[in-house]
C-alpha cells in the first residue's frame, strides 16, 4: 500500500527501516515528523499482512485528532477516531469494519478489559508520548495484551525525550518490548539538511530590592521549620536546601511509618512541619520566577482558608512572624502594582521582534501567569495574543479541547500572533512553525525543555529566549534542564549499546516458517551443517550473546570440553554467561564432548566442581551435555520445537511419567513429602504399610524410620497439618 503524494527524509527512512524488522522506540525532537514515521511503518505492515489492522495511540483527544488527519491525508483505507464519547457497542462494530483504529489509551484498555476488540488482527501498536509507558498508565497494559495476543506484533514508541531517570527509561523499554533505539537530534548527519540553526539567549534580569525583602521573610520562615526537621533526625543536620521532593519523599515516608503502627509524636508533627515547607517553597518559587500577583493570590487563599480550616499545617504558618510579614509586603506591592522585572523585559523583546508576520510562542508553568503576560502584552500595537491552557480540572482557567483546537487554528491563520502558552503546547500537539520562542522560567524538565525547543527552526532560523532571575532557583532550574538533557543522551546512547546485545531475532521472526529454525552464530558451523542435516530452518548471524537463538526466551551457549577449561581459565566464560543470562530469559549451556573434563589442562577438579556449581546455582543456568556436534544439533532440534509449536504439551510438574501401578503411586505421593526420595518413600510405606498412616503419624513415630531425623519429621509434619493458603 503506497502513501499518496508523500515525500519522506532521509532520517525518516533510516527509523523506518529499523522499525520494519524490530520494536523501536523513536527519540526525535518536536517538529521532525513523528508521525510520519509511524504512517511510513503502518503503510509497509499493511503490504505485509494484508488483512491486518493499525493501533494508533495518544494521550489525549487533540493528539488522536491530529494524528488521523495525518493519515487521512495520505492513507486511503477505512479509519476512525475512538474516544469514550462513542458507544461501547457501537466501538465494538467499528473495530471491525475499519483497518486503522485511532484513540486514547483509556478506551482502548476498557474495551480490551470488556472483550469488545481482539488484538489478535493488529500488525502494529504506535504509542505516541511513549514515555508515559511507566506505572498503571493503560500504555503498559496494551501492550502487554498486544505482544501475547496479536500473531505478529510489532510496536513503535514516539516521543521527543524518555526523560533523565534511567529507572523510568528501563521501564518504558520493558513495558513496550523495545528491540532497539533510534535517536536523531538536529545535528545528526541525515537530520541536519531538514532543519535550520536556531539562536538561543539566555537573559538575566535583577530582582528589585522590594522582592529581595520579601524572599528574606520567606527563607527565615522556611529556614526555621527545617531547623526543626533537623532537630528531630527528619533530614540532616547539614542540608541547608531542601527542595520540593524531598519534602514530599519525607512525608510519604512518615505516613508509611505511621501506617505500619510505628507510634512516635514526631511523625505526625514532622508532617505537619513539611506541609508548612511545602507551602513556603512554593511562595519562594511564585516570587522568584512569576510575580507578585499569582503569590499574592496563593498567599491570600492561605490566610483566608486558616479561618475556615482545622489543619494544624495552616494554622501554624499564618502565625508565623515571617510568613505573616511576607504576605504584608506582597500585598502592598501588589497594590501598588508593582510587577517582576521579567513582565518588563518580556514586554520589550515582543515589542522589538514584532513585525507582520510575526508568530511567537511564549511558554509558563503557571495558568496565572499566562493571563498575566496576555493582559501586559496586548497593550503592545500589533500584537494579538492568546492564551492557551489545558482542561479544567477545578477552578480557575480552563479550556476545552474544542477550544484548544479552534485556538490553534486561529494561530494558524495568523488571526493570533502571539501564543501564552503552559505545558498544554509543549506535549505533540500541531502547533505552527513559530519565529520566536520565550521561556517565560527555566524548566527542570530535559522533557519539556525539548519539546518546547522543536516549536521554531524547523523551516527557517529559529529564536529562543529564556529569561532568568539571577541568584534565584531560576537559575538552578535552568542548569538542572541543561545536565538532565546532557544525562537523557548519554542513558539512551548506553541503553542503545545494551540492546544491540539484547537484539537476538524474536520468535515473530520463526512464525513465518513452519518449519522448526534455529538462528546460530557466525563461528558455529559445524553445528548449523548437523541442523540442516535434520531439515532445521537455519539462519547464520553474528550472535552478541550466545551461540543459538532458539525462540524469543531461549539462547544457548555451546562449550566443547576443552574450551569450557580454558574459558574458565582465562574468564571469558564468566562473561559470556552474563551476557547470556542478561539477554533471555531461558539461558542454556551446553558442554559438548566425549572427554573427562576433569582431566583437562591438569585443573584440579574442585575448580571445576565449583565452576559448574556456579553456573547452575548463581546464574540459574541449566547445564546440558552432548557427546558431539550431531548430539548438540539433535538437542537444539528438540528444544526449538518444544519453543515454536503452540501445540507442544508441557511437561509434567515433576517431569516423571504418571505411575501405573497402584505401588507405584503409592510411592509417588509419598515422594512429593519434604525430603523423601524414593528409597525413604519406599522405606516409610514398608514401616507404615499405607499412605493414610504415614500422615496420621506423629513426629516420633517418623523418626523410627531409618534417615529420618528430628528436622525431617518436623517439616513432613508441618506440609501435612499446615492449612492451604490462597
Same mark, same amino acid.
Given at each position: 500500500?503506497?502513501?499518496?503524494?508523500?515525500?519522506?527524509?532521509?532520517?525518516?527512512?533510516?527509523?523506518?527501516?529499523?522499525?520494519?524488522?524490530?520494536?523501536?522506540?523513536?527519540?526525535?525532537?518536536?517538529?521532525?515528523?513523528?508521525?510520519?514515521?509511524?504512517?511510513?511503518?503502518?503503510?509497509?505492515?499493511?503490504?505485509?499482512?494484508?488483512?491486518?489492522?493499525?493501533?494508533?495511540?495518544?494521550?489525549?483527544?487533540?493528539?488522536?485528532?491530529?494524528?488521523?488527519?495525518?493519515?487521512?491525508?495520505?492513507?486511503?483505507?477505512?479509519?476512525?477516531?475512538?474516544?469514550?464519547?462513542?458507544?461501547?457497542?457501537?466501538?465494538?462494530?467499528?473495530?471491525?469494519?475499519?483497518?486503522?483504529?485511532?484513540?486514547?489509551?483509556?478506551?482502548?484498555?476498557?474495551?480490551?478489559? #470488556?472483550?469488545?476488540?481482539?488484538?489478535?488482527?493488529?500488525?502494529?501498536?504506535?504509542?505516541?508520548?511513549?514515555?508515559?509507558?511507566?506505572?498503571?498508565?493503560?500504555?503498559?497494559?496494551?501492550?502487554?495484551?498486544?505482544?501475547?495476543?496479536?500473531?505478529?506484533?510489532?510496536?513503535?514508541?514516539?516521543?521527543?525525550?524518555?526523560?533523565?531517570?534511567?529507572?523510568?527509561?528501563?521501564?518504558?523499554?520493558? #513495558?513496550?518490548?523495545?528491540?532497539?533505539?533510534?535517536?536523531?537530534?538536529?545535528?545528526?548527519?541525515?537530520?541536519?539538511?531538514?532543519?535550520?540553526?536556531?539562536?538561543?539567549?539566555?537573559?538575566?534580569?535583577?530582582?528589585?530590592?522590594?522582592?529581595?525583602?520579601?524572599?528574606?521573610?520567606?527563607?527565615?520562615?522556611?529556614?526555621?521549620?527545617?531547623?526543626?526537621?533537623?532537630?528531630?533526625?527528619?533530614?540532616?543536620?547539614?542540608?541547608?536546601?531542601?527542595?520540593?521532593?524531598?519534602?514530599?519523599?519525607?512525608?510519604?515516608?512518615?505516613?508509611?511509618?505511621?501506617?505500619?503502627?510505628?507510634?512516635?509524636?514526631?511523625?505526625?508533627?514532622?508532617?505537619?512541619?513539611?506541609?508548612?515547607?511545602?507551602?513556603?517553597?512554593?511562595?519562594?518559587?511564585?516570587?522568584?520566577?512569576?510575580?507578585?500577583?499569582?503569590?499574592?493570590?496563593?498567599?491570600?487563599?492561605?490566610?483566608?482558608?486558616?479561618?475556615?480550616?482545622?489543619?494544624?499545617?495552616?494554622?501554624?504558618?499564618?502565625?508565623?512572624?515571617?510568613?505573616?510579614?511576607?504576605?504584608?509586603?506582597?500585598?502592598?506591592?501588589?497594590?501598588?502594582?508593582?510587577?517582576?522585572?521579567?513582565?518588563?523585559?518580556?514586554?520589550?523583546?515582543?515589542?522589538?521582534?514584532?513585525?507582520?508576520?510575526?508568530?511567537?510562542?511564549?511558554?509558563?508553568?503557571?495558568?496565572?501567569?499566562?493571563?498575566?503576560?496576555?493582559?501586559?502584552?496586548?497593550?503592545?500595537?500589533?500584537?494579538?495574543?492568546?492564551?492557551?491552557?489545558?482542561?479544567?480540572?477545578?477552578?480557575?482557567?480552563?479550556?476545552?479541547?474544542?477550544?484548544?483546537?479552534?485556538?490553534?487554528?486561529?494561530?494558524?491563520?495568523?488571526?493570533?500572533?502571539?501564543?501564552?502558552?503552559?505545558?498544554?503546547?509543549?506535549?505533540?500537539?500541531?502547533?505552527?512553525?513559530?519565529?520566536?520562542?520565550?521561556?517565560?522560567?527555566?524548566?527542570?524538565?530535559?522533557?519539556?525543555?525539548?519539546?518546547?525547543?522543536?516549536?521554531?527552526?524547523?523551516?527557517?532560523?529559529?529564536?529562543?529566549?529564556?529569561?532568568?532571575?539571577?541568584?534565584?532557583?531560576?537559575?538552578?532550574?535552568?542548569?538542572?534542564?541543561?545536565?538532565?538533557?546532557?544525562?537523557?543522551?548519554?542513558?539512551?546512547?548506553?541503553?542503545?549499546?545494551?540492546?544491540?546485545?539484547?537484539?537476538?531475532?524474536?520468535?515473530?521472526?520463526?512464525?513465518?516458517?513452519?518449519?522448526?529454525?534455529?538462528?546460530?552464530?557466525?563461528?558455529?558451523?559445524?553445528?548449523?551443517?548437523?541442523?540442516?542435516?535434520?531439515?532445521?530452518?537455519?539462519?547464520?548471524?553474528?550472535?552478541?550473546?550466545?551461540?543459538?537463538?532458539?525462540?524469543?526466551?531461549?539462547?544457548?551457549?555451546?562449550?566443547?570440553?576443552?574450551?569450557?577449561?580454558?574459558?574458565?581459565?582465562?574468564?571469558?566464560? #564468566?562473561?559470556?554467561?552474563?551476557?547470556?543470562?542478561?539477554?533471555?530469559?531461558?539461558?542454556?549451556?551446553?558442554?559438548?564432548?566425549?572427554?573427562?573434563?576433569?582431566?583437562?589442562?591438569?585443573?584440579?577438579?574442585?575448580?571445576?566442581?565449583?565452576?559448574?556449581?556456579?553456573?547452575?546455582?548463581?546464574?540459574?543456568?541449566?547445564?546440558?551435555?552432548?557427546? #558431539?556436534?550431531?548430539?548438540?544439533?539433535?538437542?537444539?532440534?528438540?528444544?526449538?520445537?518444544?519453543?515454536?509449536?503452540?501445540?507442544?504439551?508441557?511437561?509434567?510438574?515433576?517431569?516423571?511419567?504418571?505411575?501405573?501401578?497402584?505401588?507405584?503411586?503409592?510411592?509417588?505421593?509419598?515422594?512429593?513429602?519434604?525430603?523423601?526420595?524414593?528409597?525413604?518413600?519406599?522405606?516409610?510405606?514398608?514401616?507404615?504399610?499405607?499412605?493414610?498412616?504415614?500422615?496420621?503419624?506423629?513426629?516420633?513415630?517418623?523418626?523410627?524410620?531409618?534417615?529420618?531425623?528430628?528436622?525431617?519429621?518436623?517439616?513432613?509434619?508441618?506440609?501435612?497439618?499446615?492449612?492451604?493458603?490462597?
Amino acid at each position: 500500500m503506497d502513501l499518496k503524494d508523500f515525500k519522506p527524509r532521509l532520517y525518516q527512512e533510516n527509523i523506518a527501516y529499523t522499525a520494519l524488522t524490530k520494536n523501536t522506540l523513536v527519540v526525535l525532537p518536536t517538529g521532525l515528523g513523528k508521525t510520519a514515521i509511524a504512517m511510513m511503518l503502518a503503510s509497509e505492515r499493511l503490504k505485509n499482512f494484508k488483512d491486518s489492522k493499525i493501533l494508533i495511540l495518544a494521550p489525549s483527544k487533540p493528539l488522536v485528532a491530529q494524528h488521523f488527519k495525518t493519515f487521512k491525508k495520505y492513507i486511503d483505507l477505512p479509519m476512525e477516531i475512538f474516544t469514550g464519547e462513542v458507544k461501547p457497542e457501537l466501538r465494538k462494530k467499528l473495530y471491525m469494519e475499519n483497518t486503522l483504529i485511532f484513540s486514547t489509551p483509556q478506551t482502548v484498555a476498557n474495551d480490551i478489559a #470488556n472483550k469488545r476488540i481482539d488484538l489478535n488482527g493488529f500488525s502494529l501498536a504506535v504509542f505516541d508520548e511513549a514515555h508515559k509507558a511507566v506505572g498503571n498508565y493503560d500504555y503498559v497494559s496494551i501492550a502487554g495484551e498486544f505482544a501475547r495476543k496479536s500473531s505478529y506484533p510489532r510496536i513503535l514508541g514516539l516521543t521527543a525525550s524518555p526523560g533523565s531517570d534511567k529507572a523510568k527509561i528501563e521501564e518504558v523499554i520493558k #513495558n513496550l518490548f523495545i528491540e532497539e533505539i533510534e535517536i536523531r537530534t538536529n545535528l545528526d548527519d541525515d537530520v541536519r539538511p531538514y532543519v535550520q540553526d536556531v539562536e538561543i539567549d539566555w537573559i538575566k534580569v535583577d530582582l528589585p530590592e522590594s522582592f529581595l525583602e520579601v524572599g528574606n521573610f520567606l527563607k527565615t520562615s522556611l529556614s526555621h521549620r527545617l531547623k526543626e526537621l533537623k532537630g528531630w533526625g527528619l533530614i540532616g543536620r547539614s542540608q541547608d536546601q531542601v527542595g520540593k521532593k524531598q519534602l514530599l519523599e519525607l512525608q510519604a515516608r512518615l505516613h508509611g511509618k505511621i501506617a505500619q503502627g510505628i507510634k512516635d509524636a514526631r511523625m505526625w508533627s514532622g508532617i505537619s512541619i513539611c506541609a508548612q515547607c511545602l507551602k513556603i517553597n512554593h511562595s519562594i518559587e511564585l516570587l522568584e520566577s512569576q510575580g507578585l500577583d499569582g503569590l499574592y493570590r496563593y498567599m491570600n487563599d492561605i490566610f483566608d482558608s486558616a479561618e475556615k480550616t482545622s489543619v494544624k499545617a495552616v494554622k501554624s504558618l499564618v502565625k508565623d512572624i515571617n510568613f505573616k510579614s511576607a504576605f504584608i509586603k506582597t500585598k502592598n506591592l501588589y497594590e501598588e502594582r508593582v510587577i517582576h522585572p521579567k513582565m518588563i523585559k518580556l514586554g520589550e523583546i515582543i515589542a522589538e521582534e514584532a513585525g507582520e508576520d510575526f508568530k511567537c510562542i511564549v511558554f509558563t508553568q503557571y495558568r496565572e501567569s499566562a493571563k498575566m503576560i496576555s493582559e501586559h502584552i496586548e497593550k503592545i500595537p500589533g500584537i494579538r495574543p492568546k492564551v492557551f491552557v489545558g482542561q479544567l480540572k477545578k477552578e480557575g482557567l480552563g479550556m476545552s479541547q474544542k477550544e484548544q483546537m479552534e485556538v490553534i487554528k486561529d494561530f494558524s491563520e495568523r488571526k493570533i500572533n502571539v501564543l501564552i502558552s503552559t505545558n498544554i503546547g509543549e506535549e505533540g500537539l500541531d502547533i505552527p512553525e513559530v519565529d520566536l520562542v520565550v521561556f517565560y522560567e527555566p524548566i527542570p524538565s530535559g522533557i519539556r525543555a525539548i519539546q518546547r525547543r522543536g516549536r521554531t527552526g524547523r523551516q527557517s532560523k529559529g529564536k529562543i529566549i529564556i529569561l532568568i532571575a539571577k541568584n534565584t532557583r531560576d537559575e538552578a532550574y535552568h542548569w538542572t534542564s541543561l545536565n538532565k538533557e546532557k544525562k537523557m543522551h548519554s542513558l539512551i546512547k548506553s541503553f542503545s549499546e545494551k540492546i544491540a546485545l539484547e537484539k537476538q531475532p524474536t520468535l515473530n521472526d520463526f512464525k513465518e516458517n513452519s518449519k522448526t529454525k534455529v538462528i546460530v552464530d557466525h563461528r558455529e558451523r559445524k553445528v548449523a551443517d548437523e541442523l540442516m542435516d535434520i531439515d532445521v530452518d537455519v539462519e547464520i548471524k553474528e550472535l552478541k550473546a550466545g551461540d543459538f537463538v532458539l525462540s524469543d526466551k531461549v539462547g544457548v551457549e555451546l562449550k566443547t570440553k576443552n574450551d569450557f577449561v580454558a574459558s574458565m581459565i582465562d574468564g571469558r566464560l #564468566n562473561n559470556q554467561l552474563k551476557l547470556l543470562r542478561e539477554n533471555f530469559e531461558i539461558p542454556l549451556l551446553i558442554v559438548q564432548g566425549e572427554d573427562d573434563i576433569y582431566s583437562i589442562r591438569n585443573v584440579h577438579p574442585n575448580a571445576i566442581r565449583g565452576m559448574l556449581a556456579t553456573i547452575s546455582v548463581s546464574y540459574g543456568i541449566p547445564i546440558i551435555y552432548s557427546k #558431539n556436534a550431531k548430539d548438540t544439533a539433535g538437542i537444539l532440534k528438540i528444544v526449538a520445537k518444544r519453543e515454536q509449536d503452540p501445540n507442544f504439551k508441557s511437561f509434567n510438574l515433576r517431569n516423571e511419567r504418571k505411575p501405573l501401578t497402584s505401588k507405584e503411586l503409592k510411592e509417588y505421593i509419598v515422594e512429593s513429602l519434604p525430603g523423601i526420595g524414593r528409597n525413604l518413600s519406599r522405606n516409610l510405606l514398608e514401616e507404615f504399610k499405607s499412605v493414610r498412616k504415614i500422615f496420621n503419624a506423629d513426629v516420633e513415630e517418623l523418626k523410627r524410620v531409618d534417615k529420618i531425623g528430628k528436622k525431617k519429621a518436623e517439616s513432613i509434619k508441618k506440609i501435612i497439618d499446615e492449612e492451604y493458603q490462597l
